[in-house]
Every structure is written in structure tokens, then in C-alpha cells.
């Protein structure tokens, strides 16, 4: 089970009244992700995300959810 305490997203403009709902979708990704080892981490910044402009919050939620899974993934190797 992934617990994270507090997700920071950082959107461009055009995206930021949808953060809300950009952010719940995020969690719902991650939610559905594996996780196979146990581990803490204080802080985990991922590269910046990019996304067609016209991508649907679903869309852009998978793309971040992705992000972070592939960090945490580095993070445990």
C-alpha cells in the first residue's frame, strides 16, 4: 500500500483550476500501482511532467501517477 502524506503539483496555468480534481485522480492512479517493497522516503521530486495540451485531467493524472511510480522505483533499486 502507498501512503503519501502530502503531493506537491506544480501546473501550468491553463491546468491550475483543475488541481483539485487533477490531484484526486493522481491518487486514484497510485492507488491502483504496485508497490513491492517497503520504503520511506522524506521527499521524492520527479522531472517535470509533459502532456498534449488538450489532455483530459484523467490524462494528465495517469502521466503524473506514472512519474512518481518510476521515482519511487529508481528509489528502490
Keep these: 500500500m502507498l501512503t503519501i502524506d502530502r503531493l506537491r503539483l506544480l501546473l ?3 491546468l491550475r483550476e483543475r488541481a483539485g ?3 484526486r485522480l ?3 492512479e497510485l492507488a491502483a500501482l504496485p508497490v513491492a517493497s517497503s520504503l520511506h522516503l522524506d521527499r521524492l521530486v ?5 502532456v ?3 489532455a483530459g485531467d484523467r490524462e494528465v ?3 503524473v501517477a506514472a ?3 518510476a521515482g519511487i522505483r529508481n528509489e528502490t533499486r
Design 12 to 14: 501550468p496555468l491553463p
Design 67 to 69: 512519474a512518481v511510480h
Design 21 to 23: 480534481d487533477i490531484a
Design 52 to 54: 498534449h495540451p488538450q
Design 46 to 50: 520527479v522531472p517535470p511532467v509533459e
Design 26 to 28: 493522481v491518487a486514484d
Design 61 to 63: 493524472a495517469r502521466a
